[in-house]
Structures are given as C-alpha cells and as structure tokens.
C-alpha cells in the first residue's frame, strides 16, 4: 500500500553533483524518520544520512560536509543533495521511511544507481 520511490541517480565525474529525490505514495497518515542508505555489490548497506519529521539530521562521517539531506512533509518526499562526488560514492542509493499508515511499518525504495567515474 505504501511505496518509495528513488529518482535522481546518475552518472557523473568526479567532484561533480547529483540531487536524489524519495517520494512516498499511498495511504500515509504521517512520516517519521527518512533516510538514505547505499550499497556496494559484495558489500553490506551502509547509513549514508538521515532526518527527522522536525529537520533534525544526522550524517555518515564519509559523506559530511559534501551531502545535504532535506524533506518537504507536504510532498512526502526526501531529498539528497550530493556534491563534491568522489568515486567511492559509487553505489545504489536506497530511501528509508518510518511511515505511520494502517499499520506502522518502514519501507524501502527500490533504489537510484550514483556512478561517479570519470
């Protein structure tokens, strides 16, 4: 009933930016925490950035000061702006939300593939 959906991702050179969007969709009677996590093939899904419904945020030491989370409750939807991109940013980047529905539960979306290559 409820869904995420990551867009945004790309292709782009090092040192370059990319603006993820999350929107969520359904029957949604409010959203907590939202969140972006990445992964790696191979490799375990890591924290990447997080912020409460009131704007309070929180980083991963590897992405602070380069990457900017936000929301817009009357949209449902988070954002991550991404600058100064490095190749170990490379990942898919997957949306989290708490949301409050019929039923409490937390979702992912299916992902938004960041390649930074040059």
């Known amino acids: 009933q409820v869904q995420l959906v990551e867009s945004g991702g790309g292709l782009v050179q090092p040192g370059g930016s990319l603006r993820l969007s999350c929107a969520a969709s359904?029957?949604?009677?409010?959203?907590?925490?939202m969140g972006w996590y990445r992964q790696v093939p191979g490799k375990q899904r890591e924290f990447v950035a997080v912020?409460?419904?009131?704007?309070?945020?929180n980083y991963a030491d590897s992405v602070k000061g380069r990457f900017t989370i936000s929301r817009d409750n009357t949209k449902n939807t988070v954002y991550l702006q991404m600058n100064s991109l490095k190749p170990e940013d490379t990942a898919v980047y997957y949306c989290?939300?708490?949301?409050?529905?019929?039923?409490?539960?937390?979702?992912w979306g299916q992902g938004t593939q960041v390649t930074v290559s040059s």
């Open positions: 359904g029957i949604i009677f409010r959203i907590d925490d």
């Open positions: 912020i409460t419904r009131g704007g309070t945020t």
């Open positions: 989290n939300a708490d949301v409050l529905a019929a039923i409490r539960g937390n979702y």
